[in-house]
T-cell receptor, first 113, second 115 residues
Framework: DAKTTQPTSMDCAEGRAANLPCNHSTISGNEYVYWYRQIHSQGPQYIIHGLKNNETNEMASLIITEDRKSSTLILPHATLRDTAVYYC??????????????FGSGTRLSIRP | DTEVTQTPKHLVMGMTNKKSLKCEQH?????MYWYKQKAKKPPELMFVYSYEKLSINESVPSRFSPECPNSSLLNLHLHALQPEDSALYLC??????????????FGPGTRLTVL
C-alpha cells in the first residue's frame, strides 16, 4: 500500500472549515483514499473514502486532485467534538481476502473555542 | 447493530499470567483484525482473519496467539507477556467487498498493563 504524508498538527477555530491535507504521491490506480479519525482513548472511526471523484457525506467532504497524488479532508463547520487525530490511508480494494490498512502518523487537529 | 465490542476494557496482568482478550461483532463481517497501539502512536496491525482463517500475521511474537472460533468472535490469547507489551489493543471488522466501501469498524479497545 502507498505511503501517506500529513502535517503533524493543525488547529482551527470552532465554526470554521477545517481543511486537512494528505500527500500520497505513490498511489496506484486501484488504491482508494480513506480517512479515519481517533478521538482520545477511543477506537478509530471511519469518516469517508474515495477513488477519483470528490465525495461528500454527513461528516465531511473529500477532495482528490486530478492526478490523485494528494487529497484534502474538509470538515465544513468544525466543533470542539472534532478534536482528534485524523489519519489518511490509501488501500487497495481486496480481491480474495482481507487487505490490511497501514496507519501513518496522522494529523492532530485541535479546535479552539 | 453496527458495533464491535471488546472485553475487558482494562486488564492488568503479571508476566507469568495467561489471559485472553475478546472481540465480537454481529454485522456479518467476514474479516476481523487485531491492532496494537502504544501511547501517541498510530495503531499497528497484528493479525488479520478472513473467513475465519488467519490471512495476515505481521511477524507478531508467539506470546500473542489469535483465535477465530466463529465468524462473529475473535480472541487474542496472551501468555508470558513483557512490560513493553502494555498498550491499547484494538479489534476491528470489515465486510471486504471486492469494490466499494470497505471501512473497518473498530471496537473501543482493551487497555492492557503488564507488570
Amino acid at each position: 500500500d502507498a505511503k501517506t504524508t500529513q502535517p503533524t498538527s493543525m488547529d482551527c477555530a470552532e465554526g470554521r472549515a477545517a481543511n486537512l491535507p494528505c500527500n500520497h504521491s505513490t498511489i496506484s490506480g486501484n488504491e482508494y483514499v480513506y480517512w479515519y479519525r481517533q478521538i482520545h482513548s477511543q477506537g478509530p472511526q471511519y469518516i469517508i473514502h474515495g477513488l477519483k471523484n470528490n465525495e461528500t457525506n454527513e461528516m465531511a467532504s473529500l477532495i482528490i486532485t486530478e492526478d490523485r497524488k494528494s487529497s484534502t479532508l474538509i470538515l465544513p463547520h468544525a466543533t470542539l467534538r472534532d478534536t482528534a487525530v485524523y489519519y489518511c490511508i490509501v488501500r487497495v480494494a481486496p480481491i480474495r481476502s482481507a487487505s490490511k490498512i497501514i496507519f501513518g502518523s496522522g494529523t492532530r487537529l485541535s479546535i479552539r473555542p | 447493530d453496527t458495533e464491535v465490542t471488546q472485553t475487558p476494557k482494562h486488564l492488568v496482568m503479571g508476566m507469568t499470567n495467561k489471559k485472553s482478550l475478546k472481540c465480537e461483532q454481529h454485522m456479518g463481517h467476514r474479516a476481523m483484525y487485531w491492532y496494537k497501539q502504544k501511547a501517541k502512536k498510530p495503531p499497528e496491525l497484528m493479525f488479520v482473519y478472513s473467513y475465519e482463517k488467519l490471512s495476515i500475521n505481521e511477524s507478531v511474537p508467539s506470546r500473542f496467539s489469535p483465535e477465530c472460533p466463529n465468524s462473529s468472535l475473535l480472541n487474542l490469547h496472551l501468555h508470558a507477556l513483557q512490560p513493553e507489551d502494555s498498550a491499547l489493543y484494538l479489534c476491528a471488522s470489515s465486510q471486504e467487498r471486492v469494490s466499494g466501501r470497505n471501512e473497518q469498524f473498530f471496537g473501543p479497545g482493551t487497555r492492557l498493563t503488564v507488570l
